[in-house]
């Protein structure tokens, strides 16, 4: 086989990777020896590795070869080199939630989405770093190494799903799985210029990922491009009875969705989410969005989402407080790591937690433990809940006359490392885009919208519930008629 640049095969989209698979112009073995070789020759740069399966992933595309040249069936992602962001547990393979608290932890199961990729042929090449237990948008979190983003490595990729989007933007996988609780998929996908897919809470098992807030908390795709993620989605999606939140709902074909026509789709824009605080860069390419979409025969019109002002101090109130209680299992007793020479049973659980847990953990275990104390519950804790009520009521009002509402996915490019890590609550505030749409359970896509000074822009398209077809159809009908998708980092 003529020998290609080192990212041409993976700029390959998944219907053409399966093409070059069936007339055996490319094997297994050649797409997984490119993403274990581009890791080598970038992550010591980028950091977005925290495990590398590299005996495991040789093995399964040698198994997966033997199998192409047997004329045997081929899976939805046959063959394609993925990474699994680490609070997904794999079986026999380390999870450490990037947390020295875990840094010792050997899972002896697959979680149901990661069991669901095995199924569909994919090849998991390793773990991704991630802010420490999810807890973050900038990557910077993380227990063991800051995440790079590779359009400039001076800035943060985003979180907590950073290590997730760098890897897809530096063309080290082929695509990748990620959660997003706040906007922890969407976010980063901005900022790195790729595409990643939160879908409606529920269609999508949460069996097997370590619980963040668990009302909150969706597995999704982060691929390079539209068509991907809806391969990535049908693959991974379906009802699991081992999830009591896992909605038993019908899976469509979301790849027959991309029609590439939207002529008659209605959106709704939120004035909220072009107004202050966001970066007059950011609301100009949503503004040509916009302009694309009309193009294209869509309709778009102003709307308020009045409640939207509201709904950082709700999620931080809410997800914290799910935080304090999930994370209550880690003692030092059960898994992970434990405290030397304790003087007694709560000096064990002082100690390891101190140990174990980093800066921003400890935070939201304070913050949610405060606010679910005796006297504190009905002013803080109870009231956030009746505050993501009225949110989601306000989406539900807004879908009653649009098809979709879409804004900016972050209101600003991606941040320089270590220009926020002082100031939490400036840090909270770029998820104000994202964090109404995880509250109301919602589907929501971030893809390529182009650049403010060299940096990606996110154009986030946000659906009914179950309505990932229409989201997905919006999606791709907009990236066909651009190229932003198309542009890769210069990292060499």
């Known amino acids: ?136 948008g900038s990557n910077e979190n993380s227990a063991y190494q800051p995440v790079r983003n590779p359009w400039d490595l001076s800035r943060v990729p985003g979180g907590s799903s950073g290590g997730s989007a760098a890897a897809v933007a530096a063309g080290q996988a082929y695509f990748t799985l990620g959660s997003d609780t706040g906007g922890s998929i969407r976010q980063p996908a901005a900022y790195c210029g790729v595409v990643g897919l939160k879908p409606t809470y529920g269609l999508v098992s949460r069996f097997g990922l370590v619980a963040f807030a668990s009302s909150l908390d969706q597995i999704g795709p982060v691929t390079k491009n539209v068509e991907d993620a809806a391969f990535v989605l049908q693959a991974i999606a379906g009802h699991d009875p081992m999830d009591s939140t896992s909605a038993d709902v019908d899976i ?57 002002e509201y709904a950082v101090a709700a999620y931080y109130l809410l997800a914290s407080s799910e935080a304090s209680s999930n994370l209550a299992r880690f003692d030092g ?49 109870l009231k956030a809940q009746k505050v993501r009520t009225l949110i989601k009521r306000d989406f539900d009002q807004a879908f009653e006359k649009y098809d979709l509402i879409v804004g900016p996915t972050a209101p600003t490019p991606a941040f320089k490392l270590g220009e926020q890590v002082g100031d939490p609550l400036q840090m909270y505030m770029n998820d104000i885009l994202t964090i109404p749409v995880s509250l109301a359970g919602v589907p929501a896509i971030s893809v390529p919208c182009g650049f403010a000074d060299g940096l990606p822009v996110g154009l986030q398209i946000i659906g009914k519930p179950f309505d990932e077809t229409t989201v997905l159809r919006a999606a791709h009908a907009y990236e066909s008629a651009t190229d932003h998708h198309t542009r890769r980092p210069a990292l060499s």
Request: some cysteine.
């Open 1 to 136: 086989m003529k020998e290609e640049p080192v990212l041409s095969l993976f700029d390959l989209r998944l219907s053409d990777v399966h093409d070059r698979l069936a007339r055996k112009e490319l094997s297994v073995s050649e797409l997984t020896e490119t993403s274990l070789k581009r890791i080598a020759e970038t992550d010591g740069k980028i950091g977005a590795f925290l495990t590398l399966d590299e005996e495991g992933a040789r093995q399964t595309a040698k198994a997966l070869d033997e199998q192409l040249a047997a004329g045997g069936e081929r899976g939805l992602l046959f063959g394609l080199p993925a990474g699994i962001k680490d609070n997904m547990v794999t079986e026999g393979l380390r999870t450490t939630c990037a947390s020295r608290f875990l840094d010792n932890h050997i899972p002896i199961y697959d979680a149901t989405a990661v069991r669901k990729l095995r199924s569909a042929q994919a090849v998991t090449v390793g773990k991704l770093n991630m802010d420490e237990f999810a807890m973050g």
């Open 252 to 308: 469509p074909d979301y790849t027959a969705a991309l029609s590439g026509d939207v002529r008659g789709l209605r959106i709704g824009v939120p004035k909220e989410y072009l107004g202050q605080g966001v970066d007059p860069r950011v609301k100009e390419r949503v503004l040509e969005a916009l302009g694309q979409f009309e193009s294209l025969g869509a309709a778009w019109e102003e709307v308020s989402l009045p409640h939207t």
């Open 333 to 381: 007793v059960r898994y992970g790591v434990r405290a030397e020479n304790p003087d007694n049973l709560m000096d064990l659980y002082r100690r390891s937690r101190s140990e174990g847990f980093g800066p921003e953990v400890k935070r939201r275990i304070m913050l949610g433990t405060y606010a679910l104390s005796s006297g504190y519950y009905d002013a803080y804790y």
